[in-house]
């Protein structure tokens, strides 16, 4: 009877009682779903959203980002469309947009941060910065590096691209010699093995690596580019007179004249050819030797910036990030695409194969995707807390862009390796720095 | 009554006569005279040529004498006058004495080289062979070929592990073994590295001198060359004395395109070495890219392309004057 009663009951709340429940369950459902999967506010439907990248050293890296946006914008009703072009053409087409007024919304920075030059006319990004930041454990400090000016956000860091050890293992057990842990080991290493037809290298020339890793070895033995305002540089130092010695005897110990002239898919090359003991590169170099040469690969082994100075490692790696243009119609989607974006970021990082490595703290969480589970790559989770930019410690100013740019710093190191001594090299080293940074401090 | 100038009897007929002449002209539209129209036409058929040179060569070398006094950069749309410093800055630094040096290094070598190269191939492109249209077909396609495709075939030919190059000569025996100090770093090596970036830049045009040579020379009248033959002119007699002057006004127009182009290439400097190491293929177009648009100072950019105009402009002078005394 009661059951009866219920039923009629039931039956009786069937026209307003189901409505209501299956109502509020739906809100209550859709709600939850706006929560965990972000839902873009109505006013970004119908627009459009142009966004230009470069092209992925990891292609499959952009086959997933391209999908990504795609259903991101067939979800919220926003035409998004990515140009991929290559990373080294991006500055010209930012001056060209610029001086147009017109061009894309969502502009990508790969190793040349140009937030400091363009900072007045890129949106502030603080807003989603914030949100990020605290939707995923903050950011580590080195993000601020080249997205924050004068305490607002004008880029959204994405991801920068480390370069640890690659060490041949069989070549160094044959020889005895300990993993590279210092620059020391690493350059004993050199000079017992090249004699054995397996020499080293790192760039010296007007290459990205040659500016990344020649800094990070002398940056590990102490050195530093400029102090933490940015204002004042920092090169002449007895630490670098020192690193310049130290990188000169490893250059004539352990490496051939081949290093004067390598681009920066070179020492990838050195690497999987079998010539080389080892390198310090980003794990490109280790895929690429997965794919084109199997055995050299088994033997390849990752492992941290090695130390210069005792427990001093000091990893200068290449940062990505995004801006926003101030011209941009639909700086709403570019937003909103970017909070999107950081919701997907694990799996980013699954699609570039383990290249990409985080700036938010939350995706260290361990294991991290691809990296996490590999037990060679297991110790690039450590290196959040000894990876640097250009500048450092300082920020990544426009006078450095500069530096960088004209390949100062490399070409100090060359002038060293090639029989100059450290004193005169750095005294032309600091006579560039210093008329540089005076053209920027009179404009 | 109307004195005539002679101090004779008036001359009414003649005033009578003019006034009706007098009245025409003035009652007719300036523009309707036929000098007027012809002008007109003239004018209207030169327009496009002046518009182009006016936008696309004009406003923009303007431009870039306005950025060079300037302190522009990519990133700010407000710039302020300051003089001739962004000159003053580059001629300040080291660098820039480098890029200019191997700038000129650059020209005239590569000058010299695709003038004898380009001769040479002209006259043997002008003997019959077997198989002659084929080859003809084929020596263009360095010329015709995407910049970016071949010179990224010539990275590789100068790769410093890879070099196809290295590895024939090895072959022969005439270099040490890889990794030897016999080993050639054509791209590493500052010499060395100069004399590549020159050579790939030779290889794209020798064969653009080369047609210009030929079509100079297949437009000189056979009887003129035979009639230097029976009277016993040697081939090289009849190549100074006969060839280059009837196809210098040619040759004068390739030489002003080929040295602009030479004197402004990035592509291959940039392409092959970027300006390294240690700045020793660093060139004018080169430093002036990393600069202007890399390092985004657009002002001392712009002034060190700038540079490029004196050297160019007597030069063009020189041989635009020649070529008008010649068209006269």
């Given at each position: 009877m009661s059951a009866h009663v219920e039923t009629t009951t039931n039956n009786e709340l069937t026209?307003?009682g189901f409505?209501?429940t299956?109502?509020?369950?739906?809100?209550?459902?859709?709600?939850?779903?706006?929560?965990?999967?972000?839902?873009?506010?109505?006013?970004?439907?119908?627009?459009?959203?142009?966004?230009?990248?470069?092209?992925?050293?990891?292609?499959?890296?952009?086959?997933?980002?391209?999908?990504?946006?795609?259903?991101?914008?067939?979800?919220?009703?926003?035409?998004?469309?990515?140009?991929?072009?290559?990373?080294?053409?991006?500055?010209?087409?930012?001056?060209?947009?610029?001086?147009?007024?017109?061009?894309?919304?969502?502009?990508?920075?790969?190793?040349?941060?140009?937030?400091?030059?363009?900072?007045?006319?890129?949106?502030?990004?603080?807003?989603?910065?914030?949100?990020?930041?605290?939707?995923?454990?903050?950011?580590?400090?080195?993000?601020?590096?080249?997205?924050?000016?004068?305490?607002?956000?004008?880029?959204?860091?994405?991801?920068?691209?480390?370069?640890?050890?690659?060490?041949?293992?069989?070549?160094?057990?044959?020889?005895?010699?300990?993993?590279?842990?210092?620059?020391?080991?690493?350059?004993?290493?050199?000079?017992?093995?090249?004699?054995?037809?397996?020499?080293?290298?790192?760039?010296?020339?007007?290459?990205?690596?040659?500016?990344?890793?020649?800094?990070?070895?002398?940056?590990?033995?102490?050195?530093?580019?400029?102090?933490?305002?940015?204002?004042?540089?920092?090169?002449?130092?007895?630490?670098?007179?020192?690193?310049?010695?130290?990188?000169?005897?490893?250059?004539?110990?352990?490496?051939?004249?081949?290093?004067?002239?390598?681009?920066?898919?070179?020492?990838?090359?050195?690497?999987?050819?079998?010539?080389?003991?080892?390198?310090?590169?980003?794990?490109?170099?280790?895929?690429?030797?997965?794919?084109?040469?199997?055995?050299?690969?088994?033997?390849?082994?990752?492992?941290?910036?090695?130390?210069?100075?005792?427990?001093?490692?000091?990893?200068?790696?290449?940062?990505?990030?995004?801006?926003?243009?101030?011209?941009?119609?639909?700086?709403?989607?570019?937003?909103?695409?970017?909070?999107?974006?950081?919701?997907?970021?694990?799996?980013?990082?699954?699609?570039?194969?383990?290249?990409?490595?985080?700036?938010?703290?939350?995706?260290?969480?361990?294991?991290?995707?691809?990296?996490?589970?590999?037990?060679?790559?297991?110790?690039?989770?450590?290196?959040?807390?000894?990876?640097?930019?250009?500048?450092?410690?300082?920020?990544?100013?426009?006078?450095?862009?500069?530096?960088?740019?004209?390949?100062?710093?490399?070409?100090?190191?060359?002038?060293?390796?090639?029989?100059?001594?450290?004193?005169?090299?750095?005294?032309?080293?600091?006579?560039?720095?210093?008329?540089?940074?005076?053209?920027?401090?009179?404009? | 009554?109307?004195?005539?100038?002679?101090?004779?009897?008036?001359?009414?007929?003649?005033?009578?006569?003019?006034?009706?002449?007098?009245?025409?002209?003035?009652?007719?539209?300036?523009?309707?005279?036929?000098?007027?129209?012809?002008?007109?036409?003239?004018?209207?058929?030169?327009?496009?040529?002046?518009?182009?040179?006016?936008?696309?060569?004009?406003?923009?070398?303007?431009?870039?004498?306005?950025?060079?006094?300037?302190?522009?950069?990519?990133?700010?749309?407000?710039?302020?006058?300051?003089?001739?410093?962004?000159?003053?800055?580059?001629?300040?630094?080291?660098?820039?004495?480098?890029?200019?040096?191997?700038?000129?290094?650059?020209?005239?070598?590569?000058?010299?080289?695709?003038?004898?190269?380009?001769?040479?191939?002209?006259?043997?492109?002008?003997?019959?062979?077997?198989?002659?249209?084929?080859?003809?077909?084929?020596?263009?396609?360095?010329?015709?070929?995407?910049?970016?495709?071949?010179?990224?075939?010539?990275?590789?030919?100068?790769?410093?592990?890879?070099?196809?190059?290295?590895?024939?000569?090895?072959?022969?025996?005439?270099?040490?073994?890889?990794?030897?100090?016999?080993?050639?770093?054509?791209?590493?090596?500052?010499?060395?590295?100069?004399?590549?970036?020159?050579?790939?830049?030779?290889?794209?045009?020798?064969?653009?001198?080369?047609?210009?040579?030929?079509?100079?020379?297949?437009?000189?009248?056979?009887?003129?060359?035979?009639?230097?033959?029976?009277?016993?002119?040697?081939?090289?007699?009849?190549?100074?004395?006969?060839?280059?002057?009837?196809?210098?006004?040619?040759?004068?127009?390739?030489?002003?395109?080929?040295?602009?182009?030479?004197?402004?290439?990035?592509?291959?400097?940039?392409?092959?070495?970027?300006?390294?190491?240690?700045?020793?293929?660093?060139?004018?177009?080169?430093?002036?890219?990393?600069?202007?648009?890399?390092?985004?100072?657009?002002?001392?950019?712009?002034?060190?392309?700038?540079?490029?105009?004196?050297?160019?402009?007597?030069?063009?002078?020189?041989?635009?004057?020649?070529?008008?005394?010649?068209?006269?």
């Amino acid at each position: 009877m009661s059951a009866h009663v219920e039923t009629t009951t039931n039956n009786e709340l069937t026209r307003r009682g189901f409505l209501k429940t299956t109502g509020a369950g739906a809100v209550s459902a859709s709600l939850a779903t706006m929560l965990s999967a972000r839902q873009a506010p109505a006013q970004i439907r119908g627009t459009s959203l142009r966004i230009i990248q470069w092209s992925h050293f990891v292609p499959a890296y952009d086959v997933w980002f391209d999908k990504m946006a795609r259903e991101w914008g067939e979800k919220n009703g926003v035409r998004v469309r990515v140009d991929h072009i290559p990373h080294l053409e991006l500055p010209a087409r930012y001056a060209a947009e610029f001086a147009a007024g017109a061009g894309h919304d969502l502009i990508y920075y790969v190793g040349t941060i140009l937030t400091g030059l363009y900072y007045k006319n890129l949106a502030d990004v603080t807003d989603i910065s914030d949100q990020m930041a605290k939707k995923y454990g903050g950011w580590i400090p080195e993000a601020k590096s080249h997205s924050l000016i004068e305490g607002r956000w004008y880029a959204i860091p994405d991801f920068y691209i480390l370069a640890p050890m690659l060490w041949r293992k069989d070549l160094f057990d044959s020889e005895k010699l300990p993993r590279p842990d210092t620059w020391e080991q690493a350059r004993v290493a050199a000079r017992t093995l090249k004699k054995k037809g397996h020499p080293t290298g790192i760039a010296f020339s007007h290459c990205n690596d040659s500016n990344l890793f020649l800094r990070s070895v002398l940056f590990s033995h102490g050195a530093r580019e400029a102090d933490p305002s940015g204002e004042n540089i920092l090169i002449d130092s007895k630490e670098m007179r020192e690193g310049l010695k130290f990188l000169k005897a490893m250059f004539d110990e352990g490496m051939t004249p081949e290093v004067f002239s390598w681009d920066d898919a070179s020492d990838n090359r050195y690497l999987a050819s079998g010539v080389a003991c080892w390198i310090h590169d980003a794990i490109s170099a280790y895929r690429t030797t997965e794919d084109t040469n199997p055995p050299v690969f088994q033997h390849t082994h990752l492992w941290l910036e090695p130390q210069g100075l005792p427990n001093l490692r000091v990893s200068i790696a290449n940062a990505n990030a995004y801006a926003i243009w101030k011209f941009s119609k639909n700086q709403a989607a570019a937003k909103e695409f970017l909070l999107h974006l950081a919701d997907k970021w694990l799996e980013g990082m699954t699609g570039s194969r383990g290249y990409n490595m985080p700036f938010l703290n939350d995706f260290y969480k361990k294991p991290m995707p691809v990296i996490g589970t590999d037990p060679k790559l297991q110790i690039l989770q450590e290196f959040p807390k000894i990876v640097a930019f250009f500048g450092y410690p300082g920020p990544f100013t426009t006078p450095i862009q500069e530096v960088v740019a004209t390949f100062v710093f490399p070409d100090m190191c060359t002038r060293v390796a090639r029989g100059q001594s450290p004193d005169e090299a750095l005294r032309w080293a600091m006579g560039e720095y210093r008329r540089i940074y005076a053209k920027h401090k009179r404009a | 009554m109307t004195a005539t100038p002679g101090g004779g009897p008036p001359d009414t007929g003649a005033r009578v006569a003019a006034v009706p002449i007098a009245g025409r002209v003035a009652g007719r539209a300036w523009w309707r005279a036929a000098t007027a129209r012809r002008l007109a036409f003239g004018y209207t058929l030169l327009a496009p040529a002046v518009l182009y040179v006016g936008l696309l060569v004009g406003a923009p070398f303007l431009f870039s004498l306005y950025l060079a006094v300037s302190d522009a950069n990519v990133g700010d749309p407000v710039a302020s006058f300051v003089g001739l410093e962004n000159f003053r800055a580059a001629w300040e630094s080291p660098t820039f004495h480098i890029a200019w040096q191997n700038s000129l290094i650059f020209t005239v070598v590569a000058f010299v080289l695709k003038g004898l190269l380009g001769t040479t191939l002209a006259f043997l492109l002008l003997q019959s062979f077997r198989g002659k249209k084929l080859v003809r077909g084929l020596v263009v396609i360095p010329f015709t070929l995407p910049i970016a495709i071949s010179v990224l075939g010539w990275k590789w030919m100068y790769d410093s592990q890879f070099s196809l190059i290295n590895w024939a000569l090895r072959g022969v025996g005439l270099i040490g073994a890889y990794g030897t100090e016999g080993w050639p770093v054509w791209l590493g090596q500052p010499h060395l590295a100069l004399f590549a970036v020159i050579s790939v830049n030779v290889w794209r045009s020798f064969p653009f001198s080369a047609i210009v040579l030929l079509a100079g020379y297949t437009s000189i009248p056979p009887e003129v060359l035979d009639s230097a033959k029976v009277d016993g002119a040697t081939f090289l007699q009849r190549f100074r004395h006969v060839v280059v002057p009837m196809i210098l006004p040619i040759l004068l127009v390739g030489l002003l395109f080929d040295t602009v182009f030479t004197l402004s290439d990035l592509s291959v400097v940039y392409l092959l070495t970027n300006g390294g190491p240690d700045n020793a293929t660093q060139i004018l177009p080169t430093l002036a890219y990393q600069i202007g648009i890399q390092a985004g100072a657009l002002g001392r950019g712009a002034a060190i392309s700038l540079f490029l105009f004196p050297l160019l402009l007597p030069a063009m002078i020189l041989l635009l004057r020649n070529l008008r005394r010649r068209e006269w």
